[in-house]
Nanobody
Framework: LQLEESGGGLLQPGGSLTLSCAAS????????ITWFRQVPFKEREGLAC????????KYSDSVKGRFSISRDSPESPVSLQMRSLKPEDTAVYYC????????????????WGEGTLVTVSS
């Protein structure tokens, strides 16, 4: 399975952005999907996850209420809608997949994308 993120870019504080995670090779209909981010010299942070059929969704405390993860079906791309962005949200954002029949986790993944850069700056 190969994952590809898209939608990163430069925006001002307070803005919104939607990232997308798609399978560039293979199908992730058997996988739960998690979004992570990483800034230099810090550990990768799990932000949001969604189960294979979308019945389970979890968020980290750092993004709860501002970010929203979604998928229309097990085969469709997974979106991460980000609102009220702050400079501290600047990071490389990754999507990752873990083969799970149900549930999702904010850590311990099987496959990773290459990441997309989000820069929040005035």
């Amino acid at each position: 399975l190969q994952l590809e993120e898209s939608g990163g870019g430069l925006l001002q504080p307070g803005g919104s952005l939607t990232l997308s995670c798609a399978a560039s090779s293979g199908s992730f209909d058997e996988y739960a999907i998690t979004w992570f981010r990483q800034v230099p010299f810090k550990e990768r942070e799990g932000l949001a996850c969604i189960s294979r059929i979308g019945s389970t969704i979890k968020y980290s405390d750092s993004v709860k209420g501002r970010f929203s993860i979604s998928r229309d079906s097990p085969e469709s791309p997974v979106s991460l809608q980000m609102r009220s962005l702050k400079p501290e949200d600047t990071a490389v954002y990754y999507c990752a997949a873990r083969r799970l029949f149900s549930g999702c986790y904010l850590a311990t993944m099987d496959y990773w994308g290459e990441g997309t850069l989000v820069t929040v700056s005035s």
